[in-house]
């Protein structure tokens, strides 16, 4: 019998290759989150992703072989919302990107995380919109150079992981794909954990980003990560400045409030006991 | 319906804004829900991309807008009827659009288990136009019994469709891997952006099968039209005047007809261009600057008369009565100059 990787199953093969550039960091958490269900023995059909508008939206779909709904710009965590309400038992999954869930769809995301909504949601923040071509995103750094920040960008850039987390998710971690075993183990915590559960992938971007700031390919992109990246424990004993330019890792809140899914059917138990019969 | 629906075992969920409402409804209608969501004018204004990305990944909901004065803030919680064009063509893209609109308390709720009905049979998002003057009434309501609805079934299929070009819906959760896109795609739901071919047969498909189902999907009330030299032509908040009028001028003798759209969209072009084969004026008292007018001026070529008023407040019957009133004496001394 013909040899098969024991990750096959969880693509559509018959779309392969995938459409991601050379050196790019999606192919890495695609193969981190197929190790996670590997690891953790997840039936597909009990996943549902949902995706926004992006490269990283392009990880799951059309590559993932689960239901998918790759739905408007920014908006997946407000789908994925939605789909939860309705099928609590499924792994609601969103991929996506740092314009996607940080720009355009920020309000969704720091809501969602409010509400606690039991959703698995990994950012792969490239610190930029690569797809269309290189412009400015919410994560990027001050000072770089992108296509519309063609002098440096004014702007400063959120740490959205931190922004998840003050928001009230039940999980947060920070990895970078330099990172890639943390990042399987982060996403199978992150598939058990009831809640809001998320993980900010920082990843590379050669292409549109990289390669106008000095980075041009994967392996300059590795070292930049390894080199930058400082763990929360040993973060939390340097000052601002000492931490200016550096990468938080690590696992940031992990807490247990109520999924707001169980809550809303908790209600129902209550209301449907109490109704008079229609 | 906050308090209704958790004792049926719904659940309603307020969001953020009413993008977030509109995505979650469709997402919850994707996971195997009957979904809808209500806004007036600004929210409606939100909601337009994603209205577009149910009717591209033909996903039933329905949308209620209570339309107010606008554009932007307008006046908040005053009627008006001015988003008859925004319901129409407020998403981009080729596209076609289905909205009733109802006249009464009781027909907010038996419309609305006929947009239900429509969204599921056509998989089609379906606006329900109502008006702030209808939102605001108090009236009679009898609520239908349950086992008396006809509800069409999730996943069935219509022996009804004319157009043949309806697949039965499938829903998430059964192990099918459905892939679903806003992007164009193929018949199997997979993306092709590419391929000139893929877009012209998936949007004619979308447009077909609306278009070709007008005789089921179309529904108006016709009064007094037998004999009729002058029509009044109306919808929603705007027809219980025009109603009222169209009486009192029969009572003086005058040969008015009343036409009332249900359907807004699609138009019920065919019937107006019967119609304006047989009458002389057209009057379409509405809440706007005549967005109705314009559409039935395409199908007939009579006179069209706008009433139109705006500022929140409705028409009375006299607003109504005097334009017919004026309409027969202008022909009249039309008719003496020729």
Known sequence: MEHQHKLLKYLRQEILPTTHCPGCGCGQ????????????????????????????????SPYLKCDTLHTTHGRAVAFATGVKVIRPKSKVVVIAGDGDLAGIGGNHLVHAARRNVGLSVFLVNNYIYGMTGGQVSPTTPF?????????????????????????????????????????????????????????????????????????RDGVAFMKYFKKSSVSVAKAKDMSEEELEGKIVVGKLVERDRTEFTESLREINVRCTANAEPI | MSRELPKVNGFYVQFEDEIGSIAAVIGAAR?????????????????????????????????????????????????????????????????????????????????????VNLSERYRHP??????????????????????????????????????????????????????????????????????????????????????RNQDNIIRYEERFMVDADVIVVSFGAASRPALGAVIR??????????????????????????IGKRVRTILVPEMNLGQLAREVERFVSVPVVRVSKIGGIAHSVEDIYMSIVNSMENRQSSAIRG
Request: proline share 5%; hydrophobic share 40%.
């Open chain 1, 143 to 215: 000072g770089a150079v992108t296509t519309t920040t063609p002098y440096s960008n004014a702007e400063y850039p959120f740490r959205i992981a931190e922004v998840v987390a003050a928001a009230g998710a039940n999980y947060v971690a920070r990895w970078t794909t330099y990172h890639i075993r943390k990042i399987i183990t982060a996403m199978k915590e992150v598939l058990q954990k009831k809640g809001f559960a998320f993980v900010e992938i920082i990843s590379q971007c050669p292409v549109s980003y990289g390669r106008r700031v000095g980075l």
């Open chain 2, 31 to 115: 996971a195997g829900a009957i979904t809808m969501t209500a806004t007036s004018g600004p929210g409606f204004s939100l909601m337009q991309e994603n209205i577009g990305y149910a009717i591209m990944t033909e996903t039933p909901c329905v949308v209620v807008n209570v339309q107010r004065s606008g554009p932007s803030t307008g006046q908040a919680t005053k009627p008006a009827q001015s988003d008859i064009l925004a319901a129409r063509w407020g998403t981009h893209g080729d596209h076609e659009m289905i909205a009733l609109a109802p006249n009464s308390v009781q027909e907010c709720c038996d419309l609305m288990i006929e947009c």
């Open chain 1, 29 to 60: 958490v695609l193969n981190a989150f197929a190790n996670a269900m590997h690891d953790l023995q997840i039936d597909p059909v009990n996943i549902i992703s949902v995706t926004g508008i992006g490269c990283s939206s392009w990880i799951p």
């Open chain 2, 126 to 211: 379906v606006i329900f136009l109502m008006d702030g003057e209808i939102g605001h009434l108090r009236e009679k309501l009898v609520f239908p019994m349950l086992e008396d609805l006809d509800l069409f079934p999730r996943g069935g299929f219509d022996p009804a469709d004319e157009s043949g070009l309806i697949k039965p819906m499938r829903e998430f959760g059964h192990g099918e891997a459905i892939h679903i896109t806003g992007s164009t795609h193929k018949e199997n739901g997979m993306r092709d952006v590419v391929s000139q071919e893929v877009h012209e047969n998936l949007i004619s498909r979308l447009c077909d099968k609306i278009d």
């Open chain 2, 249 to 274: 001028a029969r009572d003086k003798g005058i040969k008015v007809g009343y036409f009332r759209l249900i359907t807004i969209w699609p138009f019920c072009g065919e019937r107006m261009a019967e």
